[in-house]
């Protein structure tokens, strides 16, 4: 498995502002991802983070929207820019681990996001 | 692209009992995995138990266990012995086993939340 932190575990913000969410792992990783869960819905993925290279979004979300931070291999930061109410979601890192010979992801805790 | 369903929005059962979970899929690719994750009111999305598309054999993990129909593309889940720390949302998850162009992902069901009644 995989330990993972996320900070902050939640905050209530304006709209307008933006707010910055980080991942750490306590291994490396070649490839972080960042999911949405809006309230009562199931989890989508916003992009994957490679270490060295620029993050791969998702249909429907843009990297000024959702500009992504990789700077090594055991950290990863999503900034949710210019907030708006639809914004308030929780937010989850996840890390891929390779077990024998299968791929699983492993979620971090979460943020939990309320613009108002 | 591939889709996930999962057509049960609620399920309860009671302590004790068991309990099967539906999730069929969409996919054109032979070569997959699937997943059940759990998450809790704590929010946590905790792995409850992985298959690999190639095996026959049907994973185990203590309580649960799950019903593969490669066929039909049927991934139940079943909770043996349901206990009341199972409540919790449950989704279906699928994964290309082949990474490349962001088939890394998961696609999620919209899930199934469990009650369990003592």
């Known amino acids: 498995s995989a330990v993972i932190s996320q900070k902050p575990s939640r905050d209530i913000c304006q709209r307008g502002t933006s707010l910055t969410i980080q991942c750490q792992v306590d291994s490396q990783v070649t490839m972080m991802f960042w999911y949405r869960q809006q309230p009562g819905q199931s989890l989508t993925l916003i992009a994957t983070a490679n270490q060295g290279s620029e993050a791969t979004y998702e249909s429907g979300f843009v990297i000024d929207k959702f500009p992504i931070s990789r700077p090594n291999l055991t950290f990863s930061t999503l900034t949710v820019s210019n907030m708006s109410p639809e914004d308030s979601s929780i937010y989850l890192c996840?890390?891929?681990?390779?077990?024998?010979?299968?791929?699983?992801?492993?979620f971090g805790p979460g943020t939990r996001l309320t613009v108002l | 692209a591939q889709t996930v369903t999962q057509s049960q929005p609620e399920m309860s059962v009671q302590e004790a009992e068991t309990v099967t979970l539906s999730c069929t899929y969409d996919t054109s690719e032979s070569d997959y995995y699937l997943f059940w994750y759990k998450q809790p009111p704590s929010r946590q999305m905790i792995l409850v138990i992985r298959q690999e598309a190639y095996k026959q054999q049907n994973a185990t993990e203590n309580r649960f266990s799950v019903n593969f129909q490669k066929a039909a593309k049927s991934f139940s889940l079943k909770i043996s012995d349901s206990q009341l720390g199972d409540a919790a949302m449950y989704f279906c998850a699928y994964r290309s086993r082949f990474t490349q162009g962001g088939s890394e992902k998961l696609v999620f069901g919209k899930g199934t939340k469990l009650t369990v009644n003592p």
């Open positions: 996840s890390v891929a681990r390779t077990s024998g010979s299968t791929d699983t992801q492993y």
